[in-house]
């Protein structure tokens, strides 16, 4: 893993990361009736807005908080100082890794630094599942009185919930750290000490600093169009879990398409699907409609798109998670037990 300098960090700590925005890749670019508001919807500092039907985005309101950029489809939205293969299938870790955001930052070796835990997407959390026996900590020390704790309190509920779901998969360790002085003294201990040192479960930080309730209400088509970064993250994650898993992650991660009785096989959703995720192939004389969810962004210019409404979209398990009803929610203390 490659490291900040100590220059950087000081700096880091001092600087608030703001999202940088590329019109020319917002999808209301591509197709001019197309109705997305998903980083609107999201973002809580007004600082992006709609105008003549285009995207306008205020760096100077931005607070941060990275949502926009796990909202948009197609990384209209990013984050220059962010690589997001960083946390993901490094199986080299040092143990303990520690996940910091730019603004509580701590020099310790295995830090690494994200401009905010809320930006951590599910596809994040479940690379980071993959990458070995680490125990993972996330810095939660001065997010309870920060701008963006609402999409911190939002990745936690999402791991809890991918913890409860996944049980038999998902098997990493992870804590939190609600006291800045604990990576520091991680740093001048052993590991071993430092790990033993956690005494603050993920459990009991949901519960006490962030005081929410969970609502209980085949192989890759060729392409030569970018991919967007999330999509990158799952076809790896696709690629690297065991075939009896396969079906599983892919409820868990991948939208499915439906396709009804009115298609009639032209190609308007295969030209306008930004990553290449719908093809019209021809086989035995007959042409047929076929879609990989692994490539989709989910971003639903296909259903716009076409005229004939023959098309719909299935999210994923994982993007409905924080909707779920019908069942009760298991008590926190069984999703994540504290690390040993």
């Not at 080299?92 to 830090?111: F, G, K, L, N």
């Amino acid at each position: 893993m490659s490291s900040l300098s100590l220059i950087q960090k000081l700096v880091s700590h001092s600087t608030q990361q703001i999202a940088d925005f590329a019109q020319d890749r917002c999808l209301r670019k591509r197709f001019n009736r197309f109705d997305c508001v998903n980083c609107i919807d999201v973002c809580a500092s007004g600082a992006i807005s709609l105008s003549d039907r285009s995207i306008r985005f205020s760096a100077r309101a931005c607070s941060g908080c990275m949502l926009c950029a796990e909202a948009c489809p197609n990384d209209a939205f990013a984050f220059s100082e962010f690589a997001a293969d960083s946390l993901c299938f490094s199986e080299d870790m040092a143990e303990p890794v520690v996940i910091s955001c730019h603004q509580q930052s701590q020099i310790y070796p295995e830090e690494r630094l994200v401009p905010c835990l809320g930006g951590i997407t599910n596809e994040h959390l479940l690379a980071l599942n993959m990458s070995g026996e680490t125990t993972i900590a996330f810095n939660v020390s001065s997010c309870a009185e920060c701008q963006n704790k609402h999409g911190v309190i939002g990745m936690l509920h999402r791991l809890a919930w991918l913890k409860q779901k996944n049980r038999s998969q998902f098997t990493r360790k992870y804590t939190v750290i609600t006291d800045q002085n604990e990576i520091i003294a991680g740093a001048q201990s052993a590991r071993r000490s430092f790990l033993t040192g956690l005494r603050e479960s993920l459990c009991e930080t949901i519960g006490s600093q962030f005081s929410f309730q969970i609502d209980d209400a085949g192989p890759a088509a060729k392409t030569s169009r970018r991919i967007p970064a999330r999509v990158q993250i799952k076809k790896q994650l696709m690629a690297k879990v065991a075939s009896k898993d396969r079906q599983p992650l892919s409820r868990l991660i991948n939208h499915r398409l439906i396709i009804n009785e009115a298609c009639n096989l032209c190609p308007l959703c295969k030209g306008i699907c930004p990553t290449g995720a719908i093809q019209v192939e021809q086989s035995e004389g007959e042409k047929e409609l076929r879609f990989d969810g692994t490539l989709c962004s989910g971003c639903g210019l296909c259903v716009s798109f076409c005229k004939q409404k023959a098309l719909s979209l299935v999210k994923p398990d994982s993007w409905t998670a924080a909707a779920e009803t019908g069942s009760q929610p298991a008590p926190l203390e069984a999703l994540l037990p504290p690390v040993e």
